[in-house]
């Protein structure tokens, strides 16, 4: 099989992450089926779509004809077997849980052709702790997008312990037709390369915070004016989504036993006290009062 021959793709989970990767698919040319088992949630994910692209309309960069264009290549459907038992390449976008992305890869590898291709978005979990039960192994490969996915270029391909070549050469090349810039990580590790980056600096950031030295504010200011980052540490968590960032590390914890990944005290308070970040209207920042 060559990238050449992906006609079709299916993305299951239609959450934010789940929901633009479909997008950025089908702004390159490709159909793509959009699954989740909530209808409810596939709808909303198509009317946050239409909603991004709208902007871009108003901002000249897209025109209605392209945008209608864009949205009609989305196929939302709820049954998974029609929605994967025809596709060329599946990306798998659930929400972070070991064992549910198990059980889908199992039901994926039945459901897609023998060709097809299998990727996880997982930030955290390696391909070959997922797919160690299913038949194409050599064909499964993380593919870990970043979010927004509609903005952000970069995309983590990483191999696995039984990923072939070909498949990861036809990871990164369908990246780059869909207009992201892909890396290649040739060997497994958890958590992989930028996301392992950014645990040991928001981890410090976390401990002088934690321990007086300075307020999330002030290290925010110090990262972004002595580092050139476009967000600080804090800010960044609350984007993202605290309780996102917390299980991240109670996952990695419980994989390497590395105590410096364990959840801070600060972060801790903040997910069991319900204040996730943006979404939630607080986090380290409050954005109610804004």
């Known amino acids: 099989m060559k990238v050449d021959d992906i006609k079709r793709i299916c993305v299951v989970g239609a959450g934010t992450m789940g929901s633009q990767i479909a997008q950025q698919c089908a702004l390159s040319g490709y159909d793509v089926v959009l699954n989740d088992v909530n209808d409810e949630l596939l709808a909303k994910s198509i009317a946050g779509n239409r909603a991004i692209l709208t902007r871009r309309v108003d901002k000249g960069t897209m025109t209605k004809e392209e945008l209608e264009a864009a949205l009609g290549r989305v196929a939302p459907i709820s049954d998974l077997e029609k929605a ?21 890869f199992g039901k994926l590898d039945e459901i897609c052709p ?21 038949k194409r192994k050599d064909k499964a490969a993380n593919t870990h997008f970043f979010h927004p996915v509609l903005v ?20 990164y090349e369908l990246a780059k037709r869909i207009g992201r810039t892909p890396i290649m990580i040739h060997k497994e590790i958890t958590s992989f390369v930028v996301n392992r980056i950014l645990a040991k600096l928001s981890q410090e950031a976390f401990w002088l915070a934690e321990n007086g030295y300075a307020t999330p504010r002030d290290i925010d200011t110090a990262v972004k004016l002595g580092l050139g980052h476009p967000m600080g540490p804090f800010e960044l968590a609350d984007f993202s989504g605290l309780d996102i960032l917390y299980n991240a590390r109670q996952q990695r914890y419980k994989e390497t036993g590395e105590e410096w990944v364990k959840p801070s005290q600060l972060l801790i308070d903040l997910v069991q006290a319900g204040h996730l970040g943006r979404k939630t209207g607080k986090g380290f920042y409050d954005y109610e009062k804004k």
């Open 152 to 171: 952000m270029k970069l995309v983590e391909v990483v191999k696995g312990q039984w990923t072939s070549e070909e498949t990861a050469q036809i990871c």
């Open 114 to 134: 023998p060709h097809t291709i299998l990727a996880s978005n997982s930030s955290t979990m390696v391909i070959s702790s997922l797919v160690e039960g299913i």
């Open 84 to 104: 994967a038992g025809e596709a060329d390449f599946v990306f798998e976008a659930i929400y972070e849980n070991r064992q549910a992305k198990r059980e889908l």
